[in-house]
């Protein structure tokens, strides 16, 4: 990892004694819950987008329909385990570990 030293003006190295397992366990730790303009935006980078998220959501008999519509337009953060989410995923042919990684870089969006 780099540091920067604004006040020495130095550029260093911190050497991180963790595995790439342990570091993913851990970003996947702080992922569970992110705000929804950073989810958004990484579906959007994915390649999905907020329309396509509501046709599938219109395909769900009501009043999980509505329900489901309001929530994701409404909310405020989206979470791993999340039930739509995952029909979002199963239709974008998304398996866990890649949402993982989307909760993951959504997380860590500098929004």
Excluded: C, H, W
Excluded at 54 to 82: G, Q, Y
Aim: net charge negative; hydrophobic share 45%; charged share 25%.
């Amino acid at each position: 990892m780099l540091i920067y030293d604004d006040v020495n003006d130095v550029l260093t190295y911190q050497v991180i004694d963790k595995t790439e397992g342990e570091i993913f366990a851990e970003d996947l730790a702080n992922a569970t819950e992110v705000k929804s303009i950073n989810f958004l935006v990484q579906l959007e980078l994915e390649g999905v987008t907020e329309s396509g998220i509501l046709a599938i959501i219109d395909t769900l008999p009501e009043p999980n329909k509505t329900i489901a519509r309001v929530s994701f337009k409404r909310a405020t953060f989206f979470e791993r385990d999340n039930a739509l989410l995952l029909l979002v995923g199963q239709e974008y042919g998304f398996d866990s570990n890649k949402l993982d990684e989307i909760f993951i870089n959504a997380n860590k969006l500098p929004i």
